[in-house]
């Protein structure tokens, strides 16, 4: 089945503890990116990587890191996580470019106190 | 980044009732695409619209794209339940732009 997957799914966790939220596809897609959704701001994009150690910064980079070392994988690394980046995050993957279809994984809902 | 300006926010209406949702902004989108997300899980595409004027349908939903590229609306007749959800347009300016910006989306509650 074609899909992407996001671990974990829910993550409670301090400030100042670094984290990982890892995502994986298994459609062979060139880009993949990170989404935030927060109440009232929508959907707002992370990070992008159009291909494997192609990335860049979407609209709300600051605080973030990734990484794509292989074509399937782009985690998403929160060195010292803050209370504000207290969100849904979604991973998402298409063929080669943002015009086709995005698909999304299941979303990782991150509480930092 | 280009804003996307979505309306109405919310929208709650009664099983069997026509409605419309805009998706408006200041500059010439390259590419629209439409998405429907319901509650704990991520948005699913419905339809990427290209061309000025453009009209496609899907069952019950048509989408329409503005002449000048700039504004897209999503109708959809005789509402379901099953319809429930957050309708969100998302815009790319195409070439080498990778970017993907997200309007604030449309909460369409269908009432049974």
């Known amino acids: 089945e074609a899909q992407v997957t996001q671990n974990p799914r829910y993550l409670i966790t301090v400030t100042g503890k670094k984290l990982t939220v890892t995502c994986s596809q298994n459609?062979?897609?060139?880009?993949m990116s990170w989404y935030r959704q927060d109440p009232g701001l929508g959907l707002r994009q992370i990070y992008y990587?159009?291909?494997?150690?192609?990335?860049d910064k979407g609209d709300v980079p600051e605080g973030y890191k990734v990484s794509r070392k292989e074509k399937r994988n782009f985690p998403l690394i929160l060195e010292s996580p803050s209370p504000n980046q207290t969100s849904l995050y979604f991973c998402?993957?298409?063929?080669?470019?943002?015009?086709?279809?995005?698909?999304f994984g299941p979303g990782t809902r991150l509480t930092v106190t | 980044t280009q804003l996307l300006e979505q309306s109405p926010q919310f929208l709650s209406i009664q099983e069997g009732e026509n409605l419309t949702v805009y998706c408006n902004s200041s500059?010439?989108?390259?590419?629209l695409q439409w998405y429907r997300q319901e509650p704990g899980e991520g948005p699913v595409l419905l339809v990427t619209v290209v061309t000025g004027g453009e009209v496609k349908k899907l069952k019950r939903l048509t989408f329409q794209f503005g002449d000048a590229r700039k504004d897209s609306s999503l109708h959809i007749t005789a509402a379901q339940p099953g319809d429930t959800g957050l309708y969100l347009c998302a815009e790319n300016s195409g070439g080498s732009n990778y970017k993907l910006t997200f309007g604030k989306g449309t909460l369409l509650t269908v009432n049974p």
């Open positions: 500059s010439v989108f390259s590419s």
């Open positions: 459609m062979n897609h060139e880009y």
């Open positions: 990587s159009m291909n494997v150690e192609v990335t």
């Open positions: 998402a993957s298409s063929l080669s470019h943002p015009i086709y279809e995005q698909y």
